[in-house]
């Protein structure tokens, strides 16, 4: 039995752990395609877009017709006296005795009346009146102009989607790109390490058979502790570079993943030189087209401003029925109710404003003249922009291959003085700048496999290039 209690203890045990520790397999391409569609930015902009649609039915609605119903009750705690003047009828007294019959009261429930005035309550003690009305708007200038306001809001909305997902496309290939470095930097630390530990121990040894001098051993030493002390600090480096890349694809910060594809790979796989020949189209580029929206926004808006100067017509039918009773007894099959009706048309027509809306189209107009220069702005900034990622991402290949010669120079001249250094033939100051040599090209040639894993995504946005 206990072993039965156990078996279940670790079988759940190992069901919660693996629960909590789940683990994405990915490439370059299926982390883009995943973030696409779970980022948090990627998430939020198709939420924009359904607000925009609600939006836009919410503007069209106004149009339709409008249905409210009303239902009032009222329950007079004290009923309101009225007076009556005495001198319209012949016969004061009789008066007073058929007012006080006709409507139920008597002299002890009113107030004593001014001379020349009978006290009456009119209507009775509790009412309830229920109706609904109809309206629909005939003709509204602003209305108009609102539901093409709406409807492009609706492709701005669906605009800043297509610019979130470019951007979440560059955001995922640089927190890619800077996990695949902290990995090789580790793999290239951990070589050095191993390489460095060997070349020190054989130098102690050296020293103690009194063959070279304690310095050399002592430079050994320092170098092999700076090393250490860098691969640490990366493997720090590394966890933040994995939640951060956790982080642009939109999944749990902690979510163990696994990169399929290796830096050197992505490299040469995104040398492509026919992008800095490619012509570049600043009509098609997304920010125009956001700026060009921005401009017709602006010019809804000055025409919104100036239909504030039409008339607007709107039609509306009512109907009620009204119930009056000293008590509650409004749900009784008995209870008279009263019927009303009512067709009403309502034009607006505004005259006068103190010319406030000849201001307010006045700055309109003026926001839309700034528009217009923000968008010859825009064409001149997108282009340089495209001649400017062309040029990095040129460099970062010729860098890239330049690094790429470079390190396997620095890796002969460092073996070379390593084998000079304990020969004897040359110093451990020699061995120093050959070994720091080594390292700074071994960093570069990683960062610049980066670099042009990174520029060419930049360069894809510069020219407005569509995801795969």
Same mark, same amino acid.
């Given at each position: 039995?206990?072993?039965?209690?156990?078996?279940?203890?670790?079988?759940?045990?190992?069901?919660?752990?693996?629960?909590?520790?789940?683990?994405?397999?990915?490439?370059?391409?299926?982390?883009?395609?995943?973030?696409?569609?779970?980022?948090?930015?990627?998430?939020?902009?198709?939420?924009?877009?359904?607000?925009?649609?609600?939006?836009?039915?919410?503007?069209?609605?106004?149009?339709?017709?409008?249905?409210?119903?009303?239902?009032?009750?009222?329950?007079?705690?004290?009923?309101?006296?009225?007076?009556?003047?005495?001198?319209?009828?012949?016969?004061?007294?009789?008066?007073?005795?058929?007012?006080?019959?006709?409507?139920?009261?008597?002299?002890?429930?009113?107030?004593?009346?001014?001379?020349?005035?009978?006290?009456?309550?009119?209507?009775?003690?509790?009412?309830?009146?229920?109706?609904?009305?109809?309206?629909?708007?005939?003709?509204? !200038?602003?209305?108009?102009?609102?539901?093409?306001?709406?409807?492009?809001?609706?492709?701005?909305?669906?605009?800043?989607?297509?610019?979130?997902?470019?951007?979440?496309?560059?955001?995922?290939?640089?927190?890619?790109?800077?996990?695949?470095?902290?990995?090789?930097?580790?793999?290239?630390?951990?070589?050095?390490?191993?390489?460095?530990?060997?070349?020190?121990?054989?130098?102690?040894?050296?020293?103690?058979?009194?063959?070279?001098?304690?310095?050399?051993?002592?430079?050994?030493?320092?170098?092999?502790?700076?090393?250490?002390?860098?691969?640490?600090?990366?493997?720090?480096?590394?966890?933040?570079?994995?939640?951060?890349?956790?982080?642009?694809?939109?999944?749990?910060?902690?979510?163990?993943?696994?990169?399929?594809?290796?830096?050197? !790979?992505?490299?040469?796989?995104?040398?492509?030189?026919?992008?800095?020949?490619?012509?570049?189209?600043?009509?098609?580029?997304?920010?125009?087209?956001?700026?060009?929206?921005?401009?017709?926004?602006?010019?809804?808006?000055?025409?919104?401003?100036?239909?504030?100067?039409?008339?607007?017509?709107?039609?509306?039918?009512?109907?009620?029925?009204?119930?009056?009773?000293?008590?509650?007894?409004?749900?009784?099959?008995?209870?008279?109710?009263?019927?009303?009706?009512?067709?009403?048309?309502?034009?607006?027509?505004?005259?006068?404003?103190?010319?406030?809306?000849?201001?307010?189209?006045?700055?309109?107009?003026?926001?839309?003249?700034?528009?217009?220069?923000?968008?010859?702005?825009?064409?001149?900034?997108?282009?340089?922009?495209?001649?400017?990622?062309?040029?990095?991402?040129?460099?970062?290949?010729?860098?890239?291959?330049?690094?790429?010669?470079?390190?396997?120079?620095?890796?002969?001249?460092?073996?070379?003085?390593?084998?000079?250094?304990?020969?004897?033939?040359?110093?451990?100051?020699?061995?120093?700048?050959?070994?720091?040599?080594?390292?700074?090209?071994?960093?570069?040639?990683?960062?610049?496999?980066?670099?042009?894993?990174?520029?060419?995504?930049?360069?894809?946005?510069a020219l407005n290039l569509p995801i795969k």
């Open positions: 039995m206990k072993k039965l209690i156990l078996i279940c203890l670790s079988t759940c045990f190992f069901l919660a752990t693996s629960a909590q520790e789940k683990t994405m397999q990915l490439s370059l391409q299926e982390a883009i395609n995943f973030a696409l569609e779970n980022s948090y930015n990627a998430k939020a902009a198709k939420n924009d877009i359904k607000s925009a649609k609600e939006i836009v039915w919410e503007t069209t609605a106004i149009g339709l017709p409008q249905i409210n119903a009303k239902v009032d009750y009222q329950n007079f705690l004290k009923q309101p006296v009225s007076l009556l003047p005495a001198a319209a009828f012949d016969n004061r007294e009789s008066v007073v005795e058929t007012v006080e019959d006709f409507f139920d009261i008597t002299r002890q429930t009113s107030p004593e009346a001014p001379d020349g005035f009978i006290p009456v309550v009119f209507g009775t003690k509790q009412n309830l009146n229920a109706s609904v009305t109809l309206t629909q708007l005939i003709f509204d !200038g602003s209305y108009l102009v609102g539901l093409q306001a709406s409807r492009t809001f609706l492709k701005v909305s669906k605009q800043a989607n297509e610019k979130t997902a470019l951007l979440t496309r560059e955001a995922v290939v640089n927190a890619y790109g800077n996990v695949l470095v902290t990995e090789n930097s580790i793999s290239i630390l951990e070589s050095n390490i191993k390489i460095l530990q060997k070349n020190y121990e054989d130098a102690k040894k050296i020293y103690e058979n009194g063959f070279n001098e304690e310095e050399d051993v002592e430079q050994l030493e320092i170098t092999l502790g700076n090393i250490k002390s860098q691969l640490n600090s990366v493997k720090r480096m590394k966890g933040i570079a994995y939640q951060m890349l956790n982080l642009s694809l939109g999944s749990p910060i902690n979510t163990k993943l696994i990169l399929t594809d290796s830096l050197d !790979g992505l490299a040469e796989n995104n040398i492509n030189l026919d992008l800095i020949n490619s012509e570049f189209n600043f009509s098609d580029h997304i920010d125009f087209k956001i700026s060009e929206n921005d401009r017709e926004t602006k010019r809804l808006m000055m025409k919104l401003e100036q239909s504030k100067a039409l008339p607007s017509l709107s039609a509306f039918v009512n109907y009620g029925r009204q119930a009056f009773s000293d008590s509650f007894s409004f749900f009784n099959n008995n209870q008279q109710w009263f019927g009303s009706s009512l067709l009403g048309v309502s034009l607006n027509i505004p005259v006068f404003s103190s010319f406030s809306r000849k201001s307010k189209t006045a700055q309109a107009k003026i926001a839309l003249e700034n528009s217009d220069i923000r968008l010859k702005e825009t064409k001149q900034r997108l282009s340089l922009m495209a001649e400017k990622a062309k040029s990095e991402y040129q460099l970062s290949i010729e860098n890239y291959n330049t690094s790429k010669r470079n390190v396997g120079l620095a890796e002969r001249i460092e073996k070379k003085q390593r084998i000079k250094f304990f020969e004897g033939i040359s110093s451990s100051f020699d061995l120093l700048q050959a070994q720091n040599q080594l390292y700074n090209q071994q960093q570069t040639y990683i960062q610049s496999m980066l670099d042009v894993i990174a520029k060419k995504a930049t360069l894809e946005n």
